[in-house]
């Protein structure tokens, strides 16, 4: 009885499987007759596109000036390209979006760029996911690259913003040479071991460190999903991250060693190294200065506190009085309202008067605020690099960053054997750091400031041209 249905069921099973098959190599044709009919361009070849898929392309963040540098470097590279952003930022046009890099990084593309404007982009924001938020937008994702995918098929496709489960969309249906360049992987061993513990954090509420239940289910969850993002990451033809940190997460889930580079993300370092460096006169007021997304890993809240202690305990004793500027992107809704309750928070702790917020600021006004500030000041927990980092290095303050990540391996490290800046891990740390940085001699800080310049020169716009041209050379072949 049990062979006579499961003999009918396996049978079925196959005959769904081979028209599964059928159709999706259908599509794939169907997707490719599409590609060639792609008109010629004035040389009577047809231009190769090379798209990058960047849903919130207009942001201000360090993961944009990655994506106009590279878009930049193929312009140079390659005359017969024509490059394709995939973006859902329809409140705007391409010219402005373009005039919009050009403002906030200082970049100026040799050719124009195509924009392909996606409408449900609604798909990967996490505030439609309150639960399951990672396998919510990445199954978002999926439906996203298809909308794309039938509105510009491309010869090369490339995730600039860390949406993996994409990149077999493309390859295996869209019959494009996948890469990607990782800012930061959606999971990682790091955040497996927070939930193993059962540490509080901005990703892991209290409800569900104080539940061993709610904990034992949350690792099963996320050992699945790190699972099914090993596999679609292992899909790439070429993978590019931004600092050892995020190397060795990502060969430990995706294990394609053979194809993965470090490219140090590109820091407008000569801009900064522009400033004058010499050493602080009198002055009436010092600021210290961070350079930041308002994004909840970014850790604001703890920069506040810190600086608060800072003011509470009186540690500069007769200095000059103190101001914390916060220069970031809002890339939406969210965004804006995390501000606002950054604004209470300094209400709640009485800094409000010593506090300026600095939102979406042109490139020039980042300039001179770092150019004025003593301390540069970041506070993220693995920051996946750091671009704030190099910039406030380049720009002459004396960097304190979080003692982890790519400050940690890659950035606030010794050069020439001498100090670059500082690090540190919880409130307490902070404050008394900033502390001790105020109680130098200008001197002693000039020195600082000076051996932290000579040590960003890697992560210059140059740099990041020769190694990524490098990387996705294979691509091109």
């Known amino acids: 009885m049990l062979c ?52 919130y392309c207009n942001a201000g963040g360090g993961g944009e000036r990655v994506l106009w540098c590279a878009i930049r470097t193929l312009q140079k590279k390659y005359r017969n390209v024509t490059c394709v952003v995939y973006t859902g930022d329809r409140d705007v046009t391409g010219e402005e979006i373009v005039e919009g890099a050009f403002r906030r990084f200082n970049i100026k593309l040799i050719h124009p760029v195509k924009f392909v404007f996606l409408e449900k982009r609604f798909l990967v924001e996490a505030s439609l996911y309150p639960h399951f938020t990672l396998l919510g937008q990445s199954l978002g994702s999926v439906f996203l690259g298809w909308e794309a995918l039938l509105k510009c098929a491309p010869d090369i496709y490339i995730d600039s913003m860390g949406y993996a489960f994409t990149i077999p969309l493309f390859k295996y249906l869209g019959g494009c040479r996948v890469g990607c360049y990782v800012h930061y992987p959606t999971i990682s061993t790091d955040m497996l071991s927070v939930v193993r513990n059962q540490d509080t954090r901005f990703n892991n509420a209290a409800f569900i460190t104080s539940s061993p239940f709610f904990s034992k289910f949350k690792l099963v969850y996320y050992y699945f999903f790190a699972f099914m993002y090993g596999l679609v990451g292992s899909c790439s033809d070429v993978v590019m991250v931004n600092s050892t940190w995020t190397l060795n997460h990502i060969l430990s889930l995706w294990r394609v060693g053979a194809c993965t580079s470090v490219v140090y ?92 917020f600095r939102i979406n600021i042109p490139f020039e006004e980042l300039k001179r605020h770092l150019a004025e500030a003593t301390i540069g000041l970041h506070t993220m927990w693995n920051e996946h690099f750091g671009i704030g980092v190099v910039e406030c290095m380049a720009a002459g303050t004396v960097i304190l960053a979080h003692n982890s990540g790519g400050p940690k391996l890659d950035i606030v490290v010794p050069h020439e054997g001498r100090v670059t800046g500082f690090l540190a891990e919880d409130e307490d740390g902070y404050a008394e750091t900033m502390a001790y940085i105020f109680s130098l001699p200008p001197e002693k800080r000039l020195e600082v400031r000076e051996n932290a310049r000579r040590s960003v020169h890697r992560f210059s716009d140059q740099h990041f041209e020769e190694t990524f041209l490098l990387s996705v050379e294979p691509l091109f072949k």
């Open 4 to 55: 006579s249905l499961l003999l009918p069921a396996l049978f079925l099973s196959g005959i769904l499987c081979v028209c599964l098959v059928v159709l999706l190599w259908g599509v794939r044709l169907w997707i490719q007759r599409k590609k060639q009919l792609i008109s010629a361009g004035t040389d009577g070849k047809r231009p190769l596109l090379v798209a990058f898929f960047h849903p």
């Open 265 to 356: 993300p590109p820091c407008d370092v000569q801009t900064f190294l522009d400033i004058p460096l010499e050493v602080e006169k009198s002055t009436s007021e010092y600021s210290i200065v961070s350079v930041s997304q308002f994004r909840p890993e970014k850790d604001h809240p703890l920069q506040i506190r810190a600086f608060a202690k800072l003011l509470k305990e009186k540690r500069v004793g007769q200095q000059p009085s103190l101001k914390l500027i916060l220069i970031g992107g809002c890339r939406n809704q969210q965004d804006e309202e995390r501000v606002n309750k950054l604004k209470c928070l300094c209400e709640d702790l009485g800094v409000s008067d010593d506090v300026v």
